[in-house]
């Protein structure tokens, strides 16, 4: 198993009921600066200087090169099987390193853990339980998250990322992170343009054999969940 998700941005609609979700199903504290997700918002013109908006659901990218897990010297940052990466509580000592490490501000300081939390997938509360999706996939009214499995090739998830194109985040972090930005299917020219031209558009075909050889690798450090 190799868990991740995949987002069709362009539909969201920043209702936030995602952030809502997740916060109820993991009793992640209120307050907009203690979030697991969150939807981020860019503008801009394009090259015909015709404005646009884009939302960028985001969360834990559930790296397979974590940064995070790298420098966390007591290892209470580290990955399960199915490539998740968690924090164990009783292990960390806030020393925020991870928080430093992390290319997308994806963990903050819970103070009622007393340590760094962030999104886990929703592993304790929905996917160890046998749910078969997260919280802010099932409460999303527009459909923009696909949870799946990396490694069924006949899943929803590979069958999306076969069809379409697709960009990761800060890419040259070289992170190989598993949320994947679908490009609309009849626009995909204007959401090159305004999501930047450093950006890499992947087809799966591309993006299978980095994946498969950043497992291979760091799999062997997977924890049994």
Request: glycine content about 4%.
């Amino acid at each position: 198993m190799n868990y991740a998700i995949a987002l069709d941005y362009q539909n969201c609609i920043n209702c936030k009921a995602c952030e809502v979700a997740c916060k109820e199903q993991n009793g992640v504290e209120l307050g907009a600066k203690k979030q697991r997700i969150w939807v981020g918002q860019t503008e801009g013109t394009d090259s015909a200087n015709e404005l646009f908006v884009n939302f960028y659901p985001s969360q834990c990218n559930q790296c397979l090169e974590p940064p995070c897990v790298n420098v966390c010297p007591t290892e209470a940052s580290h990955i399960i099987n199915g490539g998740i990466v968690l924090v164990d509580p009783k292990k960390c000592i806030l020393c925020k390193a991870c928080m430093e490490a992390c290319p997308y501000d994806a963990r903050f300081v819970d103070d009622v853990k007393v340590a760094v939390d962030k999104c886990t997938f929703c592993y304790d509360t929905r996917i160890s339980k046998g749910y078969d999706t997260t919280a802010c996939q099932a409460t999303c009214p527009t459909k923009v998250r696909l949870f799946g499995d990396l490694d069924d090739e006949s899943g929803d998830l590979v069958q999306l990322l076969k069809k379409r194109k697709f960009f990761v985040l800060k890419q040259k972090e070289k992170t190989i992170p598993k949320l994947f930005y679908i490009l609309p299917e009849k626009d995909a020219n204007y959401a090159q343009q305004s999501i930047g031209k450093d950006v890499t558009i992947y087809t799966w075909d591309e993006m299978k054999p980095i994946i498969d050889k950043a497992k291979a690798k760091r799999s062997k450090q997977w924890k049994k969940s």
